[in-house]
T-cell receptor, first 117, second 114 residues
Framework: GAVVSQHPSRVICKSGTSVKIECRSL??????MFWYRQFPKQSLMLMAT?????????EQGVEKDKFLINHASLTLSTLTVTSAHPEDSSFYIC?????????????FGAGTRLSVL | GESVGLHLPTLSVQEGDNSIINCAYS??????FIWYKQESGKGPQFIID?????DKRQGQRVTVLLNKTVKHLSLQIAATQPGDSAVYFC?????????????FGTGTRLTIIP
């Protein structure tokens, strides 16, 4: 149980385009989803926390207009990187937690590697 | 063990030996801790967790020890196998009615030598 699916696993796009990443909880209701960014050989940095049906809470320094987060249902959250630029290239990972995951453990998706040309 | 900065600490262990990965956490108010394993190109995988009212918890081949006095957490892996090679992160949080944010440590790369 507690499976989180993230799609796509890899995306390459041109500078200036927008990219949408989906995060789905497959076998539990994710009342809270989290979006992280990870640079090579570094730790995970939390970007934002989203609760179903509410606006996301962004961490300091994360541009909310740049990284649009939608958590419209208990099984789906999306992250849209708007007008992507090369400096947005990174590994983006989502996680989800909910009443059924036990101790509110966060379960992670497999990540999306974004490369902006 | 863990350290501040961009350099990822490394640990090499002979297959079959036990390994200990250390983590110094930062917030004395943290009351919930998790160890995650991350293989290359994948998302973190939950290994084991512990609450601050405990100082030890055991799982299958893994044991987590918590020393709140010195804000130190360790993960012991017994009888290591090649599949244990990965980066291991500790994470800390403060209970917040299901909205717990995790703060991740810098990670330790564990390499199992066949």
């Amino acid at each position: 149980g507690a499976v989180v699916s993230q799609h796509p696993s890899r995306v390459i796009c041109k500078s200036g385009t927008s990219v949408k990443i989906e995060c789905r909880s497959l076998d539990f209701q994710a009342t809270t989803m989290f979006w992280y960014r990870q640079f090579p050989k570094q730790s995970l940095m939390l970007m934002a926390t989203s609760n179903e049906g509410s606006k996301a809470t962004y961490e300091q320094g994360v541009e909310k207009d740049k990284f649009l987060i939608n958590h419209a249902s208990l099984t789906l959250s999306t992250l849209t990187v708007t007008s992507a630029h090369p400096e947005d290239s990174s590994f983006y990972i989502c996680s989800a937690s909910g009443p059924g995951t036990g101790e509110n453990i966060q379960y992670f998706g497999a990540g999306t590697r974004l490369s902006v040309l | 063990g863990e350290s501040v900065g961009l350099h990822l600490p490394t640990l090499s262990v002979q297959e079959g030996d036990n390994s200990i990965i250390n983590c110094a956490y930062s917030n004395s108010a943290s009351d919930y801790f998790i160890w995650y394993k991350q293989e290359s190109g994948k998302g973190p995988q939950f290994i084991i967790d512990i609450r601050s009212n405990m100082d030890k918890r055991q799982g299958q081949r893994v044991t987590v020890l918590l020393n709140k006095t010195v804000k130190h957490l360790s993960l012991q892996i017994a009888a290591t196998q090649p599949g244990d090679s990965a980066v291991y992160f500790c994470a800390e949080s403060i209970s917040n009615f299901g909205n717990e944010k995790l703060t991740f440590g810098t990670g330790t790369r564990l390499t199992i030598i066949p």
